[in-house]
């Protein structure tokens, strides 16, 4: 079955303690990239990958990281997580996402996060 | 810069009503259009595109939506409501290639929209 995984689901976590959400996908695709979403502010793009090796900031990078070694995986690292941290992120991924070739994305379950 | 407005936050309706779920963008371009569906504690489920083409698109679950360039709106419809239809609702649109990121959706902060028996 064609689909976007993360690990884990629900997560509990204290200040400061380094932490990976891992996002695969089994569909080839070439692009990557991790949302936010909390209330009254919907999804907020974190950072995005374009191909193996090649990524960006999205529009609210601070206080994550993220890597592209391999094409079916893009983990998102909070080195430091902080409460403000705290939110609901997303992992999606595309065949294809650049101006002359567009995909739509399709996204993984959710990973719930709560820094204490 | 991009946006996306969606002006309502909840709507209630009953069910075998009509629907209507209005979306604004703000975009400088030939928009690419969205529609997705969050069921409680569920991840994002692809309702329709618009990427050019006929300005009515057809999607899954019923729904369609129909892109009027003059009115920079992409409103969803559904004829006839179903109890299961109760989740939330969020408009998109592809921001990026003009000064943003590549392939970044642009969001709506979404309408909730709970169904009457």
């Known amino acids: 079955e064609a689909q976007v995984t993360q690990n884990p689901r629900y997560l509990i976590t204290v200040t400061g303690k380094k932490l990976t959400v891992t996002c695969s996908q089994n569909?080839?695709?070439?692009?990557m990239s991790w949302y936010r979403q909390d209330p009254g502010l919907g999804l907020r793009q974190i950072y995005y990958?374009?191909?193996?090796?090649?990524?960006d900031k999205g529009d609210v990078p601070e206080g994550y990281k993220v890597s592209r070694k391999e094409k079916r995986n893009f983990p998102l690292i909070l080195e430091s997580p902080s409460p403000n941290q705290t939110s609901l992120y997303f992992c999606?991924?595309?065949?294809?996402?650049?101006?002359?070739?567009?995909?739509?994305?399709?996204f993984g379950p959710g990973t719930r996060l709560t820094v204490l | 810069a991009q946006s996306v407005t969606q002006p309502d936050i909840h709507i209630t309706v009953s069910e075998g009503a009509s629907l209507e779920l209005r979306c604004n963008y703000s975009y400088g371009a030939t928009p690419y259009l969205f529609w997705y569906v969050q069921s409680p504690g569920q991840g994002l489920q692809l309702l329709l595109k618009y990427f050019s083409g006929d300005t009515l698109v057809q999607g899954i679950k019923g729904f369609e939506a129909e892109f009027k360039r003059s009115q920079s709106s992409f409103n969803l419809r559904k004829p006839s409501v179903h109890w299961s239809d109760a989740a939330e609702y969020f408009c998109?649109?592809?921001?990026?290639?003009?000064?943003?990121?590549?392939?970044?959706?642009?969001f709506g902060k979404g309408t909730k929209l709970s169904v009457k028996p």
């Open positions: 999606a991924s595309s065949l294809r996402a650049t101006a002359v070739s567009y995909n739509e994305q399709f």
């Open positions: 998109a649109v592809v921001g990026g290639n003009y000064g943003g990121s590549q392939g970044n959706l642009i």
């Open positions: 569909m080839n695709h070439e692009y």
């Open positions: 990958s374009m191909n193996v090796e090649v990524t």
